[in-house]
């Protein structure tokens, strides 16, 4: 009971306290200036992993660049005109002033490599250097376009509607802010022409740009919410602003700490000031039977401590279980799913440790008139509380039914979760109408596809990528990738011979193929060399020529189309048996990597969490029959939402694998708070009861299954505690309800995940919990 | 008979040189030199030194991950006319090895484009090569056709910045802005050696203002008393690629025949010139 005589000397002395706790506040929020934020999701694996090391290593032999923007130019009636011409060539010489672009390796009509051959001559030379003056020269541009494989659905589309820039950026350039330079330009282009800016730096940036803006937005609005929400529930201002300070400090204490300590917050940090003020939402149970209490005994000072002796016991209990439920995600491979966890564990514990001391102490600050004003209306024979017990008698006076239905939904949704998907796409994190979304389609309806993978095959000796034998198998190998409906195009070094080849003899259709030698091949490519910039051959092959990058082109950004891409090598590798080795990589290749790394990292600290927050349970029932009843409604609400989001096809996706941690730590609560308080009821009931049946002697006989102790103990707990558990759930949907509105659909489902989660675990536990005590009453309170 | 000729004009080159700095030195400010004279000097005694000229050059172009291509030719040049004026080049390969006995001619012209061939020995095929761009890398190097040839004195405008020491050595620093704009870069800084009149230093300014390439004399030799550079480097920091160039055997006024500059030597070089 030691906690307790903290809540005695709360209330003593509650200016002491509440004055302390606004000093550490301060302190605390003096860190805030040093924060430092990284909206890059990509750090989320650490330099040091292996795909990292691994694309940088890729990005090294052939000088590639991590992000490229692409820019799509579209007319509708054709780019083959002078005046679009003549804006691509404005443009493009715009982008390559832009800070942070790679100008050099620009690919557009004016700057990417062409080789042709006109009268016996060959010509490596950018494609459009000026701009064409007759029908004539428009015509040649558009033959010269449209026939060379090496351009056509990737800087021109089938059509001749789109034409794209690709526009390779700097090391640690920002995306978006190139992105917003091209967008401020192309806004004074005249013309018929329409832009569309996609790419993954600029998808990448913009929402972590986005996601921490939108914090600072709804963070604030879900608090607004609750404090309204809150208001009319208890009608008192005070109280409900004490409610939200409770939030609010925890949320400075807890980011202060981590802001001083240097520790970057990342995407999924920002996201943890939700989670705490969702998690602060559990003190209500305080206010709750505060205000039963208060009417009951009419002395502010009394009702607090009773208060506290009757819920701290659950309070605490919650509050371990959602810590640890955090906590277990420290012992997880990626940095920013530890530093999240960290923070929201010791957020929460910051909570509980303000419930006993600063909450109790706020309640000295109002009037005792408000109280009794506010406490008039918690009677548990009106309103919410009866429609709660009549809930609660569904499962009491017909559990077998009730259980019954629970199994069959409960079988639907497991069959449901079998078809979830483990996926990651970033820009569908945007909405349909979203600017990135939209140019993100019309390149991939148009051109190649926006998100790049690389296959790189890897030859046993130096000089072996001059060979005809391997350059056909990267030849055949090509041709199968390009059979996967995910990719738009493929380009090697493959198609660059075949092109010179075709050069060479005069143009000749039938010479587009891989000559038959070593040494032509070889003297291509320095022929090549010679002319070209120098990255056009390194990006193809590296110095020694033992290996060669294919360039692949994916018109999603799906994870799984990279995993498709993968099996394809592989089941190509096992078809036509060959010494040269792949590897995949790139961007899309990282994306895949990330959502498996940091995805599976999740599911586990997620089935940890539900391991360790059992043994709170038990530990707190002293029981674990108790804990195994408890966690039944625990367990069935996330297998309703998972089978939900199976059926709905909504792929488990960050923001569903960070929720899911939440949601345990949120469920259990109103299972612990349940049960704890349905146990001390039984006791005081025992009690009474037994005083009573001395007396009456015949009271065992009035026990049937309509009125029993257990009976009147669970339909108690579902009036009064469960009043609580409402409000918790309808405070919490009431808040998160307002992020269906955002802009990123991470946000969405976060609200639509959180809303359904609250209403859904309060459901189950005011219909199950009884339910299953009723029917297992037997075995559960033999000894109790 | 012809090594003592060559000593003679040598010498004479010295005696006017010394001639010259005492001159300037006694009347600086009568006859200062503008921006144009000392570019022209310098590409003078930079590209255009000696009646011929013939070197074996070892190019070795090292990526930003250390990967290293190795070029071994041997260069040939000719000069027709003065400084600025037209010449020819022969170039055979000798690495890698997969293009031995590929050559390469170019006929360089003043103010237009030049000419260039080059024999395919696996197709056995000469072939005309467009090159209307002098900017573009000379054989994949981080040097140009024009940062080994020469650019057109007329198509920047020139000004001394300031008059600095360079490693010890007295430069002029002149600032070359192309006129055109479609030149990889905004404008150049070089330092030239107020002595002998060779680039020490050139800093490649790109389109935003930023440092991109950087050229270095880092060796200089006499070679029948003409000053020449016979290591340098060219660094993209940029693209972390850099060239380095060494010559060896480096000759002059070798008696260079105007036959040797033809698809029949291209096809078949001799051996007297290339080795």
């Keep these: 009971m030691k906690r307790l005589r903290l809540v005695e000397f709360s209330v003593d002395h509650p200016k002491l306290i509440v004055a302390i706790t606004i000093f550490i506040t301060i302190l605390f929020a003096t860190q805030f200036p040093k924060i430092k934020i990284d909206t890059n999701p990509k750090h989320m694996l650490p330099a040091t992993s292996d795909v990292r090391v691994w694309n940088d290593e890729v990005d090294r032999t052939f000088g590639l660049y991590e992000d490229v923007i692409v820019l799509g130019i579209v007319n509708e009636k054709g780019v083959f005109n002078k005046d679009t011409l003549k804006r691509i060539k404005g443009i493009t010489d715009e982008i390559l002033k832009i800070k942070g672009v790679a100008s050099r390796d620009v690919n557009s009509f004016t700057t990417i490599t062409n080789v042709t051959a006109e009268k016996g001559t060959l ?20 033959k010269s376009l449209l026939e060379n494989p090496l351009f056509l659905n990737r800087i021109i589309s089938e059509d001749g509607k789109t034409a794209a820039i690709y526009i390779p950026l700097e090391k640690g350039a920002n995306g978006k802010e190139v992105a917003d330079r091209i967008r401020e330009m192309i806004k004074r282009q005249k013309g018929d022409e329409k832009y569309y800016i996609a790419g993954d730096p600029v998808a990448r940036d913009t929402f972590g740009v986005e996601m921490f803006k939108l914090m600072a937005i709804f963070a604030p609005m879900a608090g607004a919410v609750m404090l309204i929400v809150r208001y009319f529930m ?23 700490l981590f802001i001083g300590a240097g520790i970057p917050i990342h995407i999924m940090a920002s996201m943890s000031p939700v989670f705490l003020m969702a998690i602060a939402t559990d003190s209500i149970h305080i206010f709750n039977e505060f205000y039963f209490r208060f009417r009951e005994v009419g002395n502010k000072r009394t009702a607090i401590i009773e208060t506290m002796k009757a819920v701290g016991r659950p309070v605490r209990y919650t509050a371990a279980a959602t810590a640890a439920g955090f906590a277990v995600l420290l012992i997880m491979h990626i940095i920013p799913v530890k530093v999240f966890g960290a923070l929201v564990a010791f957020g929460t514990i910051i909570l509980r440790f303000l419930s006993f001391s600063f909450i109790p102490a706020m309640f000295m600050f109002v009037k005792e ?18 429609f709660l017990k009549r809930l609660a008698g569904l499962g009491t006076f017909a559990p077998e039914k009730t259980i019954f239905i629970g199994a069959i939904l409960l079988l639907i949704s497991i069959a449901g979760m079998t078809r979830i998907t483990v996926n990651n796409n970033m820009v569908e994190w945007f909405k349909k109408k979203s600017e990135i979304r939209v140019a993100d389609n019309v390149l991939n309806n148009n051109l190649g596809g926006s998100s790049l993978a690389y296959i790189v095959a890897i030859a046993p000796e130096d000089e072996d990528m001059k060979s005809p034998d391997a350059l056909r198998y990267l030849e055949g ?16 070094v493959v198609d660059l011979i075949r092109r010179i080849n075709r050069v060479i003899h005069d143009d000749d259709p039938a010479s587009e193929r891989i000559p038959d030698s070593k040494e032509i091949i070889g003297q291509y490519l320095f022929l090549f060399s010679m002319s070209a910039r120098p990255s056009d051959l390194d990006s193809l092959v590296d110095y020694p020529m033992k290996r060669a990058n294919i360039w692949i082109q994916l018109k999603t950004w799906d994870a799984q189309a990279m995993r498709n891409v993968i099996k394809a090598v592989e089941e190509y590798k096992r078809a036509y048996r060959t010494s040269l080795e792949f590897r995949p990589a790139g961007i899309a290749y990282f994306n895949l990597v990330w959502n498996d790394e940091v995805l599976w990292d999740m599911v586990k600290g997620f089935i940890l969490a539900l391991i360790v927050v059992f043994v709170i349970l038990s530990l707190d029932f002293k029981s674990i029959k108790w804990a195994i009843v408890a966690y039944v409604p625990l367990l069935f609400t996330i297998v309703l939402i998972y089978g939900v989001i199976g059926y709905t096809g909504k792929d488990f996706d960050m923001p569903v694998s960070v929720l899911s941690c939440l949601s345990l730590g949120m469920a259990v609560d109103f299972a612990i708070h349940f049960v704890s308080r349905f146990r001390q009821r039984l006791k005081e009931q025992a009690l009474e009861l037994g005083v009573q049946s001395s007396a009456a002697g015949e009271a065992k006989n009035l026990v049937t299954r309509h009125s029993s102790p257990v009976t009147d103990a669970l339909l108690w707990t579902a009036a009064r505690p469960g009043k609580g558990i409402m409000r918790n759930a309808v405070l919490f949907a009431s808040a998160f309800s307002v992020m269906l509105f955002a802009p990123l659909t991470p946000y969405i489902t976060v609200g639509a995940f959180i809303v359904s989660m609250m209403t859904l675990s309060a459901l189950m536990v005011i219909i199950y919990l009884p339910a299953l005590i009723t029917l297992l009453q037997g075995w559960l309170l033999r000894e109790v | 008979m012809r090594r003592f000729r060559t000593q003679d004009s040598g010498f004479k080159i010295f005696i006017i040189c010394c001639l010259l700095s005492i001159f300037s030195f006694l009347s600086f400010d009568a006859i200062a030199l503008t921006a144009e004279d000392i570019v022209k000097r310098s590409q003078e005694a930079f590209f255009y030194q000696g009646k011929d000229f013939k070197a074996r050059v070892m190019m070795k172009l090292i990526s930003k991950g250390g990967q290293e291509r190795i070029r071994e030719l041997t260069m040939l040049r000719k000069n027709y006319g003065d400084t600025g004026g037209e010449q020819k080049y022969f170039i055979y390969f000798f690495q890698p090895a997969d293009v031995k006995d590929m050559t390469f001619m170019v006929y360089k012209y003043p103010a237009r484009d030049d000419d260039r061939w080059l024999f395919i020995p696996a197709l056995n095929m000469v072939r005309r090569i467009a090159a209307q761009d002098k900017r573009s890398s000379f054989v994949g190097s981080d040097f140009t056709y024009e940062d080994v040839s020469g650019r057109d004195i007329e198509d920047d405008r020139h000004e001394i910045i300031k008059e600095e020491k360079l490693s010890d050595k007295d430069c002029y620093v002149i600032k070359s802005t192309p006129k055109a704009g479609d030149v990889d870069y905004s404008y150049k800084i070089s330092w030239i050696d107020k002595v002998n009149y060779l680039p020490l230093k050139e800093e490649y300014y790109d389109k935003k203002g930023e440092l991109y390439k950087i050229f270095t004399a880092d060796e200089m030799k006499d070679i029948k008393g003409f000053p020449t550079v016979t290591k340098r480097t060219m660094k993209n920091l940029q693209n972390g690629h850099m060239t380095e160039v060494v010559f060896i055997k480096v000759d002059y006024n070798i008696g260079i025949e105007d036959s040797l500059f033809s698809e029949r030597y291209l096809r078949q070089p001799q051996r007297k010139w290339i080795e």
């Design chain 1, 477 to 492: 190998l090509q041709r199968h990738l390009e059979r996967l409906p995910e990719v738009g195009k493929t380009f090697s």
């Design chain 1, 234 to 256: 208890f009608r008192d201002f005070f109280l409900s602003v004490t409610l939200m300070m409770d939030a609010m400090i925890s949320i400075i204490w807890s980011m202060g």
């Design chain 1, 369 to 386: 008139e408000k109280l009794a004003e506010a406490a008039r209306r918690e009677d548990m024979e009106k309103g919410s509380s009866r």
């Design chain 1, 123 to 142: 010509r490596v030379a950018p494609l459009m250097t000026d701009i064409p003056e007759d029908d004539k020269e428009i015509e040649a541009l558009r």
